[in-house]
């Protein structure tokens, strides 16, 4: 579900002038507070950050990126798919200010034929993380050239994402 009509407000922690008032931090406390504690009672779960991942596309990604930087208690791990950083520059300045802890592995993946600026946004964040000092080891940046804003293509990466995070086949 991605909450059509909604979906802007929900994926966003920052307002924007034209789509309104952002709500994404009361998203991600619905994962954090209840839908996390959930699956980890209902579950046999290795609830610590180190084995606890969120994945996103599009907006999701924006606010996955988001997450991982403002609940490193929590998550660990983060699939970044064609995120949004189009949606807003703060994304970046919080990343300065709180960036994702050095043992989060942040997995990005974006395409060449989605909308413009989507790889520009990518590359701007993944050379920001850098910059940051995020661990080169810890992080990946994957420009497909035949991705386009899909979930065709996203579905393409999606175990590779997870093995990635998880360090599986190693």
Not at 32 to 43: A, E, F, T
Not at 46 to 68: R, V, W
Not at 98 to 114: D, T
């Amino acid at each position: 579900d991605n909450g059509r009509e909604k979906r802007l407000h929900e994926m966003s922690p920052w307002d924007h002038e034209q789509y309104g008032k952002g709500e994404g931090e009361l998203y991600v406390q619905f994962i954090v507070d209840i839908v996390k504690p959930y699956m980890d009672s209902l579950y046999r779960t290795k609830d610590d950050p180190a084995n606890t991942a969120l994945l996103g596309a599009s907006l999701g990604g924006f606010i996955t990126h988001y997450a991982i930087c403002a609940h490193p208690e929590v998550f660990g791990k983060a699939g970044i798919f064609s995120p949004s950083y189009w949606y807003s520059d703060a994304v970046f300045t919080y990343t300065s200010q709180r960036p994702p802890a050095n043992s989060a592995r942040l997995f990005m993946v974006v395409g060449e034929k989605e909308e413009e600026g989507m790889v520009e946004g990518a590359s701007r964040m993944y050379s920001h993380l850098q910059e940051l000092g995020h661990p080169e080891g810890s992080m990946q940046l994957i420009v497909d050239p035949e991705g386009e804003h899909n979930e065709a293509f996203w579905k393409g990466h999606f175990l590779e994402a997870v093995c990635w995070l998880f360090e599986v086949g190693k």
